[in-house]
């Protein structure tokens, strides 16, 4: 099993910046890939980013430019700095972790609002 805890989710005014962070542990021998989805209310929940253990990334179009994913492979973290936060960013963060199962944190809410 393994197990996910983020941290780092609340409230922010439009054009703010708010980080993320998510920690595995458990029964890890290695992590493919580690990221974040998010879903908003009455919408499907979708890819952020993602980061694999190679340092290779891959984003959502709507945060390209905005967002940036960091790994830290030895102690099994991930992070996501938003900066530029928009409205429709409000949503909440899911970690995941590859491993290869897929195992999800509980969940950290990001409301962007004036």
């Known amino acids: 099993q393994v197990q996910l805890v983020e941290s780092g989710g609340g409230l922010v005014q439009p054009g703010g910046s708010l980080r993320l962070s998510c920690a595995a542990s458990?029964?890890?021998?290695?992590?493919?890939?580690m990221g974040w989805y998010r879903q908003a209310p009455g919408k499907q929940r979708e890819l952020v980013a993602a980061?694999?253990?190679?340092?290779?990334?891959n984003y959502a179009d709507s945060v390209k430019g905005r967002f940036t994913i960091s790994r830290d492979n030895a102690k099994n973290t991930v992070a996501l700095q938003m900066n530029s936060l928009k409205p429709e960013d409000t949503a909440v963060y899911y970690c995941?972790?590859?491993?290869?199962?897929?195992?999800w944190g509980q969940g950290t809410q990001v409301t962007v609002s004036s």
């Open positions: 995941y972790a590859q491993v290869p199962n897929v195992y």
């Open positions: 980061i694999t253990s190679g340092g290779s990334t």
């Open positions: 458990g029964s890890i021998f290695s992590i493919y890939a």
